[in-house]
């Protein structure tokens, strides 16, 4: 099928990026509602989406289901999937897990960078695992249908999830650390373990993420996908651009350094460059699937393969992802 | 000085308890606020005590600094001093540690059993020590004299917490693990890091924590006393009862289970006795305060050593750490 599905975007929401998603052909994309929030905040976040998509419905509509995605693309329309990059709406209340999926999240981190109560993120120097509680929570998320995703967590952790967790679990957005060691990044021990289980990874146009970062070529990246499709199979592997289209430096500062420190951490950033790195120039908004497809095909994928990593594999994903167990 | 202070209870307070920590003698106690409430419910916790302090104006009076616990003794009151057995009163935003402390918190555990965003529980299997997370709020702590208390923390965490606090810090209510292995006990280098750092450890009286448990005898645990001051020094070392009186068992279950898990979990207990131990026939109330001085100064313990132990080494240790840094 010709599906296209991003599974990672956290932009500054507007008419013209919902147009720009139309143009690009994008039928479905996972949106991040929270990074830090608690529970009523995230629910403050969940209604102005609400809003959204109601001020929208000529262009966006809810995500919920696989058969979302296709009823997004048989109307010309892009469907809207809700998820977290921490833990942080569940607070400490494992009763959250059930209330967030009713409210519409189909995805959550188990921890962003830091330590959390349920794993440890990638910028801890330990990682002692999944949690007393992170092995109740991952339960608990398998039984309703809310997607483990160990994007920012740490390598241990990310491995005992895919061994704890009953159902496939998903890194949504990063790239293989072989090929840019970044600490985002995932080594092939988890690569493989992903694949094994029947997990996904959606690779990332962050340029933090990418080789040579913002210098990144279109060939690159795509052959990147291509070596890696060698390696985990083509079935396991998907986009999560991480695109942050429009948002001022203050909300990757928000992202980094949430309400944990009174001293300012740079994450992937540094002092000299604090703000959000610039996209390839390839990669710039929701209008550059359609080039990102013909790059896939350059590197030598077949229709099919393309297909695969440009939907179809997420779109299977969904499939079994987000319903009871 | 004959000062009497007890470094943590957790009772149902009532008129008859206040009654009787005046029969006892106790000048100041430290009362737990919060094991899992969030900010919000933690300040419904402090209204209620204030409230209390209001009602019972006769009999107890607040605590804030070491002042107020002679100004309780001299005036026949007990001052209460407000703590939080885990970081959860301040969520994930470390500006809440000087709201706190503004509300009148003097404590506060690291993490109570399990991880926390600031440190391991002692009921983990693995402990990586301080988090990225943790080391900030340490410093922030140390800032405004909110004091550290790992009494619930894992080993490597708690050895970690001296060594990041630039102020001493406390465990407020635990025993040597060398004389009764549980998991809440503490070994010989906690204590003497503890020891080194100007630390406190307050003895525990709950009977999980006692060499034969709710049949301990007064002598075997003035006996434990002694020899740990033969080892850590007399000045570091004083009382925590952990006094849990009148609680229906529903309150161990909550202190055991919080919201992080639901599968039932028995902590100390066991799915045969789930419940609040029997305390020893020795220590039932507040009233027992004599007989445990009594009970040190048979076992050997000079009048300064017993002053020492039952009051003035908390005394000391007020008097160094609630105010800012």
């Not at 989406?49 to 995605?69: C, E, F, H, K, M």
């Not at 985990?232 to 998907?238: A, C, E, V």
């Not at 928000?254 to 790195?277: H, I, L, Q, V, Y």
């Not at 896939?296 to 299977?316: H, I, Q, Y």
Request: with cysteine.
């Amino acid at each position: 099928m010709k599906i296209t599905i991003d599974c990672l975007q956290y932009c500054n929401w507007s008419r013209d990026i919902f147009e720009q998603m139309r143009e690009g052909g994008l039928d479905a994309v996972h949106v991040t509602i929270a990074y830090h929030e608690d529970f009523r905040q995230t629910v403050d976040r969940i209604s102005k989406w609400n809003r959204l998509l109601d001020q929208y419905s000529d262009l966006i509509q809810p995500g919920r289901t696989a058969d979302d995605v296709l009823r997004a693309r048989d109307t010309n329309k892009t469907a809207i999937f809700y998820g977290f990059q921490n833990c942080s709406p569940i607070e400490s209340d494992i009763d959250l897990v059930e209330i967030c999926h009713q409210l519409g999240a189909r995805f959550m981190q188990l921890s962003y960078n830091n330590q959390s109560l349920l794993a440890t993120g990638c910028y801890e120097s330990d990682d002692p695992g999944i949690t007393r509680m992170g092995k109740q929570v991952i339960a608990e998320m398998n039984r309703v249908g809310l997607v483990v995703d160990m994007s920012h967590s740490a390598e241990r952790s990310t491995l005992e999830a895919i061994e704890c967790s009953t159902r496939p679990i998903a890194v949504t957005h990063a790239n293989p650390s072989r090929w840019h060691p970044a600490l985002r990044n995932k080594s092939d021990s988890v690569l493989r373990a992903l694949s094994e289980s029947g997990g996904m990874i959606g690779f990332s146009l962050y340029p933090h993420h990418l080789a040579e970062g913002s210098a990144c070529t279109l060939d690159n990246f795509c052959q990147m996908i291509a070596d890696t499709a060698d390696d985990m199979g083509i079935d396991h592997i998907g986009i999560g651009s991480d695109l942050c289209q429009d948002q001022p430096d203050s909300v990757v500062e928000w992202m980094r350094n949430g309400r944990w420190t009174r001293e300012k951490d740079f994450g992937e950033g540094s002092k000299a460059s604090p703000g959000f790195p610039d996209q390839p120039a390839w990669f710039k908004d929701n209008r550059d699937f359609p080039s990102l497809r013909a790059g896939l095909k350059k590197v030598g994928l077949n229709d099919a393969a393309v297909n695969a990593v440009m939907g179809d594999n997420w779109l299977r994903f969904f499939e079994k992802s987000f319903g009871p167990a």
